[in-house]
Every structure is written in structure tokens, then in C-alpha cells.
């Protein structure tokens, strides 16, 4: 059979630890055989980042603006224990929040569903992909305590001084807290249109939520964007796949999701996208599950795990012991990257290269052969889980492929 044969590269982010291991074996086993697989390597692995002064984390996001598409193994973050053991020169910043601020995105988070895994709702049928404002609010928040006595004013000042006063609370009967927080309308906009775009790319309707009813002018700002967006830029798109925008309240959402079978993106503001984001993953089964896509305003894609580098398997590899580490969520990031690549440059052969990959992945599972994590949560009558090592999944997955 000949290779599929790319036109432009993928943006080809190599990473950490257990998943730069897997990342090497999953282009080895499940991509180099079938695909001419063309790539611009970026090494954004700590030891590299260190000795580049991190430039080829901005290298990398750069190419991702210029080409569109990148895949994005998972990187350390390093703290002071990692400056330590990788004898750093610095404490390098977090790698994804490097790419985020030069891309300006919008993280999606989506689980990869097996029958046999189930949700613990169990009436969650399709996925819930779950995208969270990474800007503002309580995370850029100012606060301080009050002293009894105290008054505490939001004052808005231009160049011909005071514009606004308002008295947020006397505290004459005893002490307490205030805080402050803000958001742009340009971050709004960036997020909403993140938003529209994914929901479009994925087809599935979009829910956005927040608390406008208490408050009037903040979250009703949030609202407004989105509605006036929608109306004037997405509407007739909206109509046309067949899909529908929904705003409704931040309480009414949670509800309505949890009644729900999925199958929808879940916009949501950063601190009930951060809260909520935890509940979604948890309550789908496995962190090895769980892809992530950053989209940015402008239609830029990247594609990742939203797990980490699973630093303990890493030693057990280092000493030379089996590993059962689920490569599930890095396989996606791939089969993302690849199937948009193909969408964006009119190449099906790889599109379909790509949902077959990832059928025959979710097959192996459902068929019983998975890595650890996997087995405990794994329930189908008539299948015995098995547990495979890191690379015996892999295999499994490519005997599939190639029947
Ligand atoms: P982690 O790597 O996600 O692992 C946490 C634990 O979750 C693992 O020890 C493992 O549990 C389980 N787990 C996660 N992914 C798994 C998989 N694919 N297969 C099987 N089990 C899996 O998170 P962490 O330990 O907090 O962070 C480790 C490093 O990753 C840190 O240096 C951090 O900076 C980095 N990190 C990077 C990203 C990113 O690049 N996007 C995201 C998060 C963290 P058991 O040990 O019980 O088996
Ligand atoms: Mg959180």
C-alpha cells in the first residue's frame, strides 16, 4: 500500500518523560508506516527549552500561527524540585501558557468515549466538550481586607480625574473582605468566536452560561458579546449544520447537562470552567481519556493530551520495568492534528487515515485490551479486561488497523 502523502507540515511538538516515550512509539507503530508523514520538529522537551532559553517554545507557536495545525506532546512545567533535577538555569514559564498567549485561545477539553467505560452519569451518552475563558475574573482579581470602620469604593478614574465612585460596602459594624476583578471585551470576543468556531468544526450545539441575573453588568457583558457575535457573524452558520446556540443561567446549565445524554460544548467563564472542567473529566473515567485542542480566534489549532508527562511510570521506565501507561488521549492529539490537516488541505485519504486510527484504538478497548488505568473502571458482559503494557496497546491498536 502506498503511503499517505501530506502537503503542508504539522506543527510537531515533542515533549517529556513517559508521553515523550509514547510519542515515539506511536509514530513508530500507528503513523510512519502508513502516512509520509511530514512534520516541523520543535524539541520543546525540558532539556531542549533550558538550552534554547525557551526560544523554541516560541519557535513553536510561532510555526503553529503560520501553518495552522500543531500536536503537542505533554512538558514538564518545571518547579523548584525540576530546576533541581534537570540542573535548569531558570524556572522556565509553563510551556502551554507560552503558546496560549502567543496563539490567544481557547482550550476545549473532550473525553474519548468506549463502551465499557462508563460515565459515572449514566446517562451521559456523547461526549461534553468543555471550553473554559482563559482570561480574567477572579485569576486577575485584586482584593485586601477591611478593618471595622473601614469603607471600601470601586473608583474609576480617566485623564479629567474621578469618572465613577461607588461604595462597595461600609464596613462600620466590623471588618471583612473586598475584592476587585475585570475582564476585556476583546478577550470576550476572542473566547466567543473560539467558541462559535469549535462547536461548528465538532457540529454539536453550543451552552453558554453565566449569572447575569445577579449580575447586571459584569456577566451580562459576557452574555451580550456572545448573543451580538452570534447574530451578526454565526447565525446563518448555526442554521445551516443544523445546530443551535443557547445561553441560559449558570445554575439552569448545570442542571441541564447533568439531565442530559452530552453531546454538546459547554462554554463556560474561567472559574466555573476550571471548577467544572475537573467534575466533567473525573465523572467521564480516565485522565488518559481526555484530549485538549487550543483554538484560536483566527482558526488555529493545537492539539494535545490533557494529561501530564506520568512522571511516576517514567521512573519504573527508566529502570527498566513494564509500564502500562494509556496512550489513548497522545493518539487523538495525532488523529486531530491529521484529520484538520487533511480537512484544511483537501487531502480525505488523510481525514479517513485518521477516524479509522481512531476507531481501531476505541475497538481495542471495547474488545477488552487496554492499559491500567483502564481495567478497574472497565465493565461489559462477556469481556474480560486484559491488561496490556504501554507497547503490547499500541500493537493490539495496529492489528486492528491493518485488518
Ligand atoms: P499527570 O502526568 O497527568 O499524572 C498524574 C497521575 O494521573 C499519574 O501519576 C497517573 O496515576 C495518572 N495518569 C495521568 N495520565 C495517565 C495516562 N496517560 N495513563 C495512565 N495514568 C495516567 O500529572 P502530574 O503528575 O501532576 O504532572 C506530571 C508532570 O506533567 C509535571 O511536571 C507537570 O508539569 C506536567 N504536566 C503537563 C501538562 C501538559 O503538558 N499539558 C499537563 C499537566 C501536567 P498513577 O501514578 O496512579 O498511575
Ligand atoms: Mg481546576
Known sequence: MAKIQMKTPLVEMDGDEMTRVLWQWIKEDLLLPYIDLKTEYYDLGLVNRDK?????TVAAAEANK???VGVKCATITPNAQRVEEY??????KSPNGTIRRILDGTVFRAPILAKGITPYVPGWKKPIALARHAYGDVYAGVETRAAAGDKAYLVVENEGGVKEKLLIQ???AGGGIVQAVHNLDKSIQSFARSCFNYALGANMPLWFATKDTISKTYDHRFKDIFA???????????EEAGIEYMYTLIDDAVARVIRSEGGMVWACKNYDGDVMSDMVATAYGSLGMMTSVLVSPEGNYEFEAAHGTVTRHYYKHLKGEETSTNSVATIFAWTGALAKRGELDGIPALTAFAKKLEEATVRTIEEGEMTGDLVALFKAEGVTPKKLSSREFLRAVKRRLDA
Open 87 to 92: 540542573k535548569l538555569k531558570k524556572m522556565w
Open 66 to 68: 503560520k501553518y495552522g
Open 170 to 172: 461600609d464596613f462600620a
Open 52 to 56: 534554547t532559553d525557551d526560544g523554541v
Open 228 to 238: 451580538e457575535i452570534y447574530e451578526a457573524e454565526y447565525k446563518k452558520k448555526f
